[in-house]
C-alpha cells in the first residue's frame, strides 16, 4: 500500500502547561474519510489543532504527503494543503459573506470554484451581501465549510460540523461531506454524534485522555458497538 | 456680518483653524486605531514618529535639497522603515505578554526618541517654509483662506478616505478585519499573520509621519511637537472607540472643529473641552461613540 497521505505519530500537545495529547497516532489514506469519535475533553478537537499548528508546544511526528509539520507554523501548514474549519466555525463578523467566502487565498491549482460552491449550498448565494455572522446556525456552518474548498487544500479537517443543528441541516451537511469524498477530497472528521459519523465515514478512531484508544472500519461499527459505548459513556 | 454677536472672520477664522487641528488628530488617531485593531497594541510612539516626519522633511530639505513634494513621499516610507524595525526587534516579542507591556515599551521608546532629537537639535524649532505652489491666500469674501490650510484639510481628508477604502473594501483590508477580529484562524489559512502585523505598525507609523510633513510648514519643527499633540489625540481615540476608523476619523474632525468653536465662544475652556467631552463620553459610553462594546 502506498503512503498514507497523513501520517500522526506519537503527537503530543500542550496548552502552556496543561498536557492536552499525550502520544496520538493516526493515518489517513488519500480520498478517506475519517472520524475522531470519543466523549468531551477526549482530545478530539485538540488533535485537529495540534496537526493544524493551533496548540502551544507539539512534539512527536505530523508527515502531510511525506513533509513534517509538527515544528511548522500553521500558515505554512495551510499553505503545504491542509484546510481546518473551526468547532466554533470562525465566521468574520466585520466580514461580509462573500468576503468571507473569499478570505482564505488559494494554496493550490484545483480549488473548487465560488459557483461550484453555490451550487452545494444555495442559501450562501442569496446572502452573499450579509454580515458573516447574521447568517444562521446552519448557514453558517455551509459558509464555514464552503470557504475551504475554494483554496486547492486536498485534506480537510471538519470539527463537528453537526453540532447544534437541527436533523434536516445535518442531513445536508452529510450529504455534502460525502459530496466532497466523490470530488476526492480527503477529511478528517470530528465528531460526537454516533450516527451521523456512521453515515459519512470510512473508519474511525476513538480517542479517551489524549490518546486514541480504539480503531474501527466502519462496516464494522454495529458489531463493536458495546466495546465503543464504555469509551464514549452514552 | 455677525452671528450671535461674534465678527464672521473670527468665527470662520477658529472653524478653519479646528478643522485643521481636527485633520491632524483624524491622521494620528486613524494610525493610531490601525495599529491598535490588529497589534492590540496602545502605540505611545505615535507622537514622536509624528515629529520625526517633520524632522524627515527638514533633514531631506536642508541635508539633500529635497523640497516638500518629494518629502510627502519619502519622509512616510523612512520613518515608516523604522517603524518596521522597531516592530521587528521589540514591540513584537511583546505580543504574547499582557498589553501594559507594548504601552509601556512604546512610552519609553518615544521619550528615547523625543530626547534624542532634543539633544540634538534643541527645543526652540526650525522654521519650514511653505512649498511656492501653496503660498498665498485665497480671499472668500467674509475671510482670507491660507491656501496651505486649505491644502491641509483637503489631503488629511482624502488620505483618511483612502485609508478606509482600503480597510474596507480590498482583499488585503479583509484580511485585516478577519484578522483583527482572530488572527490565529487567518493565519490557519495560510496568511503569514506576523509580517502582516509588521507592515501594519510600518504603515500606521507612516501616516503618522505623513502628517509630520503636513504639519512642518504649520507649526516650527521641534521635538516636542509631538508629544503637545499625542495627549488630545489620545483622548480623541478614547472618544472614537478604540480601534474604529470610521470612528477616529469623524471623531478626530468633529472635535478639532468643537474646540475651535470653543475658542470664539468660550475661549477660557479651549483647552480642555476636549478631555471634558470624553469623560462624558466614558461615563455615557465607556466603549466609545463608534466602539463596540
Not at chain 2, 518596521?84 to 519609553?108: C, N, Q, S, V
Request: overall charge neutral; some cysteine.
Amino acid at each position: 500500500m502506498a503512503e498514507p497521505m497523513l501520517s500522526v505519530k506519537g503527537l503530543e500537545a500542550w496548552y502552556g502547561e496543561s498536557h492536552v495529547l499525550h502520544g496520538v497516532d493516526i493515518h489517513i489514506n488519500q480520498g478517506e474519510v475519517i472520524t475522531l469519535l470519543g466523549r468531551n475533553g477526549a482530545g478530539k478537537t485538540s488533535t485537529l489543532r495540534a496537526i493544524m499548528g493551533l496548540t502551544g508546544r507539539r512534539s512527536g511526528s505530523i508527515k502531510f504527503n511525506g513533509t513534517e509539520l509538527v515544528a511548522a507554523r500553521s500558515d505554512i501548514i495551510a499553505r503545504a494543503g491542509i484546510a481546518y474549519c473551526p468547532e466554533e466555525r470562525g465566521i468574520f463578523a466585520s466580514l461580509d459573506v462573500t468576503e468571507n467566502l473569499m478570505l482564505p487565498p488559494q494554496i493550490a491549482p484545483g480549488g473548487m470554484s465560488v459557483e461550484e460552491i453555490y451550487t452545494l449550498f444555495p442559501n450562501l448565494k442569496e446572502r452573499a451581501r450579509s454580515q458573516g455572522t447574521k447568517l444562521s446556525g446552519g448557514e453558517q456552518q455551509m459558509l464555514a465549510i464552503g470557504r475551504i474548498l475554494r483554496t486547492g487544500a486536498k485534506l480537510l479537517l471538519l470539527d463537528e460540523p453537526s453540532e447544534g443543528l437541527a436533523p434536516v441541516i445535518v442531513q445536508q451537511i452529510g450529504v455534502t461531506i460525502r459530496e466532497l469524498k466523490k470530488r476526492g477530497f480527503t477529511v478528517l472528521l470530528v465528531e460526537q454524534n454516533f450516527r451521523f459519523a456512521q453515515t459519512v465515514a470510512d473508519r474511525h478512531y476513538v480517542m479517551d485522555h489524549g490518546v486514541v484508544v480504539d480503531h474501527v472500519a466502519n462496516h464494522e461499527l454495529a458489531a463493536s458497538m458495546e466495546r465503543l459505548h464504555k469509551y464514549l459513556g452514552v | 456680518m455677525d452671528f450671535f454677536g461674534i465678527p464672521a472672520p473670527l468665527l470662520f477664522g477658529q472653524l478653519l483653524l479646528g478643522l485643521i487641528n481636527g485633520a491632524f488628530y483624524a491622521l494620528l488617531s486613524l494610525g493610531l486605531a490601525v495599529i491598535f485593531g490588529m497589534l492590540n497594541v496602545i502605540n505611545f510612539t505615535h507622537g514622536a514618529q509624528f515629529m520625526m516626519g517633520a524632522f524627515a522633511a527638514w533633514m531631506l530639505l536642508n541635508f539633500f535639497g529635497i523640497g516638500y513634494w518629494g518629502a510627502l513621499l519619502l519622509a512616510p516610507i523612512i520613518v515608516g522603515i523604522t517603524g518596521i524595525i522597531l516592530e521587528r526587534l521589540m514591540i513584537a516579542k511583546l505580543y504574547k505578554l499582557d498589553h501594559l507591556y507594548g504601552l509601556l515599551l512604546t512610552f519609553g521608546i518615544g521619550l528615547i526618541i523625543e530626547g534624542l532629537f532634543r539633544n540634538e537639535f534643541g527645543s526652540s524649532g526650525m522654521p519650514y517654509r511653505i512649498p511656492a505652489e501653496l503660498q498665498g491666500a485665497w480671499d472668500l469674501g467674509f475671510m482670507f483662506m491660507p491656501v496651505y490650510r486649505g491644502w491641509v484639510v483637503v489631503v488629511a481628508f482624502f488620505a483618511c478616505l483612502a485609508t478606509w477604502l482600503v480597510i474596507e473594501k480590498t482583499k488585503i483590508g479583509s484580511y485585516l478585519r478577519a484578522a483583527t477580529e482572530n488572527p490565529a484562524l487567518v493565519q490557519a489559512f495560510g496568511i503569514n499573520v506576523p509580517r502582516m502585523m509588521t507592515l501594519t505598525y510600518g504603515a500606521g507609523v507612516a501616516l503618522a509621519a505623513f502628517a509630520g510633513v503636513l504639519a512642518a510648514p504649520i507649526y516650527s519643527v521641534n521635538p516636542q511637537m509631538g508629544s503637545n499633540l499625542i495627549i488630545i489625540v489620545f483622548a480623541v481615540v478614547v472618544i472614537g472607540g478604540m480601534g474604529s476608523i470610521l470612528g477616529s476619523v469623524l471623531t478626530g474632525f468633529g472635535l478639532g472643529v468643537i474646540e475651535g468653536l470653543t475658542k470664539v465662544f468660550y475661549p477660557e475652556a479651549s483647552s480642555t473641552v476636549i478631555f471634558v467631552v470624553m469623560a462624558i463620553v466614558l461615563l455615557a459610553r465607556p466603549a466609545g461613540l463608534f466602539g463596540r462594546a
